[in-house]
């Protein structure tokens, strides 16, 4: 809560965050997006939000447009899985839920958790194009 309060609006600055110094645990993976707010302020988080909110309705609108109940059903559950992160992780971060070590898609860091969600969304992607076909 430190982090996120000390970005105020617009942030200290890129690389500039005091608490991923030695005050925030695991602040690399669990806690990015501590230190997304305190770099890039009120702002910067609104835009990962915002970022965030875009991907999932476009993938819940594009599932809806699919005729074939597979690839609806895979396209739901590839939207849920990544809202349930992202809500996961924020609420774990603003202190609104427990800390259970869910990484936040795309910008935790860590290999598995990145692959995971991008090899995820890729397969999506291609049978939605195969739907175009």
Request: charged share 15%.
């Amino acid at each position: 809560l430190y982090a996120i309060g000390s970005g105020g609006l617009t942030g200290k600055g890129l690389g500039e965050s005091i608490q991923k110094n030695s005050y925030l645990a695991a602040s690399h993976t669990d806690f990015i997006f501590s230190i997304w707010c305190e770099e890039w302020g009120f702002i910067g988080s609104l835009a990962v939000v915002i970022c965030y909110a875009m991907l999932i309705m476009r993938l819940y609108n594009s599932a809806e447009k699919q005729k074939d109940r597979f690839n609806r059903i895979f396209g739901y559950c590839v939207a849920s899985c990544i809202l349930l992160h992202v809500v996961i992780n924020l609420g774990m971060t603003i202190g609104l839920m427990p800390v259970i070590g869910i990484p936040l898609p795309f910008l935790s860091y860590g290999g598995s958790s990145l692959w995971a969600f991008t090899i995820l969304l890729f397969i999506y992607i291609r049978m939605d194009l195969e739907k175009r076909k």
